[in-house]
């Protein structure tokens, strides 16, 4: 059961940051029609820095939940908050590089979330959180 739910919050930043930078990207086909769709609010800046601001929430979520139970390594930290910065300034060299930006970001976030998962999946002799803890204090004082 340990093993099920550990991940859940990492798949869900995964495929959150994945619809993000799949709506962006496509955004700009869509935009004519939109409006008869009554879906315009989609192409406003406030919904994307929304949707950019969840995803990054529950990916500090994630990644502080396998930080604290399984592995206290701090560098998915870095992947998360440079891809999260990185696509919060997705405009910074133009529209026109604005889809190869924003892949760069997702992809730091992905990444991000790929490592947790593995970093967690490396505690696969833990059958509770607290063999967990007691695994690494043995690793630590060796």
């Known amino acids: 059961m340990l093993g ?6 990492d798949k869900a930043g995964i495929a959150l940051t994945s619809l993000c930078a799949v709506h962006c990207i496509v955004l700009p086909v869509l935009l004519p029609v ?15 820095r929304a949707v950019l601001l969840l995803t990054m929430v529950l990916g500090f979520i994630a990644l502080f939940s396998g930080f604290h139970r399984y592995h ?4 998915p930290f ?5 891809g999260g910065f990185i696509y919060w300034h997705k405009d910074i060299f133009g529209h026109h590089w604005e889809p190869a930006v924003l ?7 992905v990444l991000a979330h790929v490592m947790n998962m593995r970093l967690c999946q490396r505690c696969s002799g833990c059958k509770t959180e607290v063999d967990c803890k007691d695994n690494e204090a043995v690793t630590q004082q060796s």
């Open 34 to 48: 939109l409006p008869l769709l009554g879906a315009s609010f989609l192409a406003d800046e406030s919904f994307e």
């Open 4 to 9: 099920l739910g550990r991940n859940v919050l």
């Open 78 to 82: 870095y992947s998360l908050f440079l």
């Open 72 to 75: 206290r390594k701090l560098y």
């Open 103 to 109: 892949t760069i970001g997702a992809a730091f976030v």
